[in-house]
């Protein structure tokens, strides 16, 4: 029972870097979700996508683009890395006829 | 003031122990209501899943729903050390699109004390 599968694990970028987090689900869902969750702060909405082939932005989408390259997987790129975008982030999926979402097990991320 | 807001803790019971866990909302819209449990390193997983307001039960947890207050409840019965987690609650106003998409508390931390 993969679920939602996020990768990689952990990474430390430096100041300017780019990388793409990876996130993929199994459950057929059409809805996809990125949050990052800071101390403090919960989980905040970054972008989502009802379904393939669009995508919206959330609550902190500065900073950050996202593709929803099929039905089972949604990326996140972080174009140039900035210090204030160290933080945990988690991908989730929901189906539209609910709104009860799944969550990965997350990505640490941190920006030196 | 936010949509939601949940005290933080961190709540530290002893063993056995009734924990009591609360939101309060704003947006009278919101109708269904969820409570996640989040262990350390860990992604948050669905606890209680409640529609409208009213009561559910499953085991030594409960939800409850009070709309006119826009308040939310969960409570833990005889508390076990491996209840120790962060707990969230979450909200919608309805399913599909934005519609769908939850407002989350910032959670509130429980060490539950053998």
């Known amino acids: 029972n993969a679920g939602v599968t996020q990768t990689p694990k952990f990474q430390v970028l430096k100041t300017g870097q780019s990388m793409t987090l990876q996130c993929a689900q199994d459950?057929?869902?059409?809805?996809m979700y990125w949050y990052r969750q800071d101390p403090g702060m919960g989980l905040r909405l970054i972008y989502y996508s009802a379904s393939e082939g669009t995508t919206d932005k959330g609550e902190v989408p500065n900073g950050y683009n996202v593709s929803r390259l099929n039905k089972r997987e949604f990326s996140l790129r972080l174009e140039s890395a900035a210090p204030s975008q160290t933080s945990v982030y988690f991908c989730?999926?929901?189906?539209?006829?609910?709104?009860?979402?799944?969550f990965g097990a997350g990505t640490r991320l941190s920006v030196l | 003031q936010k949509e939601v807001e949940q005290d933080p803790g961190p709540l530290s019971v002893p063993e056995g122990a009734i924990v009591s866990l609360n939101c309060t909302y704003s947006?009278?819209?919101?109708?269904?209501f969820m409570w996640y449990r989040q262990y350390s390193r860990k992604g948050p997983e669905l606890l209680m899943y409640t529609y409208s307001s009213g009561n559910k039960e499953d085991g030594r947890f409960t939800a409850q729903v009070d709309k006119s207050s826009k308040y939310i409840s969960l409570f833990i019965r005889d508390s076990q050390p491996s209840d120790s987690a962060t707990y969230l609650c979450?909200?919608?106003?309805?399913?599909?699109?934005?519609?769908?998409?939850?407002?989350f508390g910032k959670g509130t931390k429980l060490s539950v004390k053998p």
């Open positions: 979450a909200m919608s106003g309805g399913y599909g699109g934005s519609q769908g998409n939850l407002i």
């Open positions: 989730a999926s929901s189906e539209n006829s609910q709104n009860i979402q799944y």
């Open positions: 947006n009278s819209a919101f109708q269904y």
């Open positions: 459950m057929n869902h059409n809805s």
